[in-house]
């Protein structure tokens, strides 16, 4: 700029005042860039100061799809199915087949725990003394009651923590199966009436 002044000093010198007013501009305009460029980054600046943590700029790091709603979290789950086949505490598993192996699955809340109640069918005929079903003794996470047999209605008792639970279960009479399920030991939240039975020959 200095190198053109001094060649062209008649021009300028000719022509004063457009040449000033030029020159202000162009200062006045640095000077606006300028400002504007740095205050950005000043404001940048202190906005990561102020917020140390917030990386991310505004924007959340969790996973929408990965977001479990509570009140689903803590809910108990019946499965259609297990391990050991067909789940007796789901929906839709009637009739039952004497010796067959079903599933007696539930995924239970933390914190939570649930209780089921066996019962039926009786004793028939009197030289019967296997029970009225049977189930594996490796099971997962179920504790269970000793068997009450009766001559009209056994039951048996069992109850899981939080978890899921699954056991082998094969009913061993005709007649009706019914299963109670306690959320928390509380009123029964079903009660499911099952038939009980032979196999096909």
Known sequence: MLEWLAKNSLLVTANPWPFFIFFVLSVLGSAAFFRWFYAERIALLKDRIDHPKDTTGGKSEVDPAKVVDEPLRRRFEYPASGLYGMNI???????????????????????????????????IDLTDSGGAW????????????????????????????????????????????????????????????????????
């Open 89 to 123: 505490l789901g929906l839709g598993v009637n009739p039952l087949v004497v010796g067959q192996y079903y599933s007696m699955r539930a995924v239970i809340p933390p914190g939570r725990t649930l209780q089921v109640q066996l019962s039926g069918p009786g004793v």
């Open 134 to 201: 049977g189930f594996s003794t490796s099971t997962r996470n179920w504790a269970h009651q000793p068997y009450v047999e009766s001559t009209s209605t056994p039951e048996q008792w069992f109850q899981a923590v939080a978890g899921e639970a699954d056991l082998m279960f094969f009913p061993r009479r005709q007649g009706e199966l019914i299963v109670r399920a306690f959320e928390d030991g509380a009123d029964p939240v079903f009660e499911r009436r099952m038939r009980v039975i032979q196999a096909a020959r």
